[in-house]
């Protein structure tokens, strides 16, 4: 020891090369910094220690200089050493956590249906796991035994969707959330017996004693919807059914650590078109800690590892949707080295989920796809002519493809990696070009009736409001402002003389007078419905008396009249966009993969047009009743595994 070879050198700094060169990682510094606060502190108790006030000044003097090289020497030995080890007590965490290179490990694909499967949890033996799939329509709760290929469906008594499914750390129970009335979390046995509803939330994680749940206010199997501001984490206490408040802020897919310490998620911050991980403590006291402010401009999903070790993550960093790790702290949720790359063959990977000995990596697989289709239409029998036939194709996902006024482009919403843009594209699918192209959410495009101006929804102010463009996308201005940061603003629509423009403010629609400036006037609120629920205005009608909308909530197609001042609901259509037929009577949508013709003096549906493959969304016929039009969407979403590598 140094104190050994001096006796001038005191034993504190024994105790700082011991705990330097500890092999115990959790007994040894866990950063310089730490070191050097108790080195600092040894030299403070030098300087100040009583012994030195018996001596005369130029003895002080003497012995102090003589410390200071005892010191120097000790330091010295202590840098020698850990460069001997190849500093390795600064970053032998880092290397005792050295990870699983997935990279060596063996791929397989575990789902084949067609439509989706996601949100896979792996069972904490490594034998079985659940996750979503809407192979029958609707979403249910599946399991299936890894290495078999029939999955039994948990959930197949409830006709709406159940998503998000999270086996108990025994393995023995299920948590998930269900849109069933009332909609929430809900724990059943792995069995999918003993069903029980335990709270409200989305994302459910469980502590690691299986005895409380961790779940955000809202949920999205993607970070391409920002839903408001009025989003956090609550903890739910599974006994009692308490339920208390951990973090008040716009915070998405949860997840515990290990040790029940912290809390993992992603979310929104301030600056536009970002989204953030961070972790917090369980209990909330403290601040939380930021992981990926400085990195990629896309980070979420969060996952512990279960030695927790590391936190994994879907980033966009080097270009596709694929996951990433960063060595942490468990206990203060301090990063202890930069993210590094699990690479994994698939251009979009998210979903991730471990066996419990950390060996078994579960994930999704996701391919979109969506172009658009036409086909000729006969309006005055009601009924499809021929075949459809692809407008555009290729490698990209767009929504609500709309065509303007003079017929010679579509304008629409385009969907990127990180962030939806606006594009048009001629009327034969050449010449796509971006209208916006940049971090900000743009989405809900609209050609004004004379095709001069585009009105659009967009977050680039901070919440969403309604924005003009030229056609050229030149010109953008905001020309909705807040009433209240946490509501959003969106869905606008043309009256058909182009001086009027509706739009949704939950928990109402308003029509805006475009030929007056915004902060002269006060919107046309819409009247409140009988249940109270928000009429989402989708389509003006060309004789300017009506507005078709969604009853949000009811999952309700309907129309508001002028002339009447009433509601009239039309069909139940979940996640249906209506448009006007040009007689003001008739309006097309679009249910799983076929698109039906409603009459609303009738309130008869007519079925126009299955497909096969596709799902067919935002169907609109054009203005001379000729043609049919929507987006051919395609979504494909699989489940994989990769077993780690054997030891060598």
Request: proline share 7%; aromatic share 10%.
């Amino acid at each position: 020891m140094a104190s050994s070879i001096n006796s001038e050198i005191p034993p504190e700094l024994d105790q700082i090369l011991v705990k330097a060169l500890e092999k115990d990682a959790d007994l040894s510094y866990q950063t310089a910094s730490d070191l050097r606060a108790d080195l600092k502190r040894i030299k403070r108790e030098i300087d100040s220690s009583p012994s030195w006030n018996s001596v005369s000044e130029p003895q002080i003097q003497t012995k102090t200089v003589a410390t200071r090289n005892y010191l120097f020497i000790a330091l010295t030995i202590i840098f020698i050493s850990l460069m001997a080890f190849g500093g390795w007590f600064l970053f032998k965490n880092r290397k005792m956590a050295e990870g699983i290179d997935w990279s060596k490990g063996t791929n397989t694909q575990l789902t084949e249906q067609s439509g989706i499967e996601y949100f896979p949890s792996i069972a904490p033996d490594g034998k079985s796991f659940v996750f979503a799939s809407d192979a029958k329509g609707n979403f249910d709760i599946y399991s299936q035994r890894i290495g078999g290929k029939n999955p039994t469906n948990l959930t197949e008594n409830s006709i709406s969707d159940d998503t998000q499914p999270a086996f108990s750390p025994d393995g023995n129970r299920i948590a998930f959330r269900s849109e069933r009335s009332p909609a929430g979390i809900y724990v059943m046995e792995a069995t999918g017996e003993n069903l029980r509803r335990v709270g409200d939330g989305a994302h459910p994680s469980w502590s690691p004693d299986g005895k409380e749940i961790v779940v955000s206010t809202n949920g999205m199997d993607a970070p391409n919807v920002l839903i408001g501001k009025d989003n956090g984490l609550s903890i739910i206490n599974l006994e009692t059914g308490a339920k208390r408040e951990l973090l008040k802020q716009n915070a998405y897919f949860p997840t515990w650590s290990p040790n029940k310490k912290r809390i993992a998620y992603w979310f929104y911050p301030t600056a536009i078109g970002r989204r953030d991980i961070a972790t917090i403590s369980a209990d909330g006291k403290a601040e939380p800690i930021v992981l990926t402010g400085e990195f990629a401009l896309s980070n979420w999903n969060p996952v512990w590892s279960p030695d927790g070790k590391f936190l994994y993550f879907v980033s966009d960093k080097n270009g596709n949707w694929n996951f990433w790790r960063v060595a942490i702290d468990e206990n203060s949720g301090k990063p202890l080295g930069e993210p590094e790359p699990i690479v994994t063959p698939s251009k979009y990977s998210r979903h991730l989920a471990f066996s419990a000995d950390g060996k078994k990596m579960i994930y999704v697989q996701s391919e979109t796809e969506s172009n658009i289709q036409r086909v000729d239409f006969d309006d005055k029998n009601e009924k499809i002519i021929g075949n459809p036939s692809w407008v555009t194709t290729g490698d990209r996902e767009v929504t609500r493809a709309i065509l303007s006024p003079d017929g010679k482009q579509f304008l629409m919403r385009q969907i990127r990696r990180t962030q939806d843009d606006i594009v048009v594209v001629n009327q034969d699918g050449t010449g796509w070009h971006d209208i916006t192209n940049d971090t900000p959410f743009d989405r809900f495009p609209r050609w004004s009736p004379d095709g001069s101006q585009i009105a659009l929804a967009s977050d680039r102010s901070g919440n969403y409001e309604i924005w003009m463009c030229n056609t050229d996308g030149t010109n953008l201005r905001q020309i909705t402002f807040p009433v209240s940061v946490s509501i959003a603003t969106s869905f606008p629509v043309f009256s058909p003389d182009g001086k009027h423009l509706a739009f949704n403010r939950p928990p109402n629609s308003y029509i805006l007078d475009l030929t007056k400036d915004y902060k002269s006037q006060t919107p046309f609120k819409l009247p409140a419905t009988d249940t109270g629920n928000l009429f989402g205005v989708w389509d003006w009608s060309p004789d300017g008396k009506k507005l078709l909308g969604i009853f949000q909530n009811e999952l309700m197609i309907g129309y508001f009249s002028f002339e009447s001042n009433t509601y009239t609901r039309i069909l139940k259509a979940p996640g249906s966009v209506p448009s006007w037929l040009p007689d003001s009577r008739h309006f097309v949508y679009a249910e799983n993969n076929k698109v039906f013709l409603a009459d609303i003096e009738t309130k008869q549906t007519k079925e126009l047009l299955s497909l096969q493959i596709e799902q067919p969304r935002s169907p609109f016929v054009t203005p001379d009743g000729k043609n049919l039009y929507y987006v051919a969407h395609l979504n494909k979403s699989d489940i994989w595994l990769i077993d780690a590598p054997s030891a060598p």
